[in-house]
């Protein structure tokens, strides 16, 4: 069993900068692929960046690419998503998520733990 816990979510101006971090319960953390998504408002949730345990494979949505960055550390069993450039489509509760193995998948349905999500709010 995988416990995720995000931080870091909050209120920011368009433009600005947030950093999310998604810290793992459980000893086999550098064994899982780890994902973030996103549910906006009246919106199904969505794939925002995904990698694999070592990082070599890693995915981003088209609507973040170049603006938002995922990275995790393995010894401290946490993920994290560093945001830039911020817009106000980006408002959303971020989720992380996590399943057993190396393949990298945006596919919300191939991820078995699921945090309890974090709000984003950009405003304009």
């Known amino acids: 069993q995988v416990q995720l816990v995000e931080s870091g979510g909050g209120l920011v101006q368009a433009g600005g900068s947030l950093r999310l971090s998604c810290a793992a319960s459980g000893r086999t953390f550098s064994s899982y692929t780890m994902g973030w998504f996103r549910q906006a408002p009246g919106k199904e949730r969505e794939f925002v960046a995904a990698?694999?345990?070592?990082?070599?494979?890693?995915y981003y949505a088209d609507s973040v690419k170049g603006r938002f960055t995922i990275s995790r550390d393995n010894a401290k069993n946490t993920v994290y998503l560093q945001m830039n450039s911020l817009k106000p489509e980006d408002t959303a509760v971020y989720y992380c998520?996590?399943?057993?193995?190396?393949?990298?998948?945006?596919?919300?349905?191939?991820?078995?733990?699921w945090g309890q999500g974090t709000q984003i709010t950009v405003s304009s």
């Open positions: 990698n694999n345990w070592s990082g070599g494979s890693t």
């Open positions: 998520a996590a399943r057993r193995g190396p393949y990298t998948s945006k596919d919300q349905n191939d991820y078995t733990y």
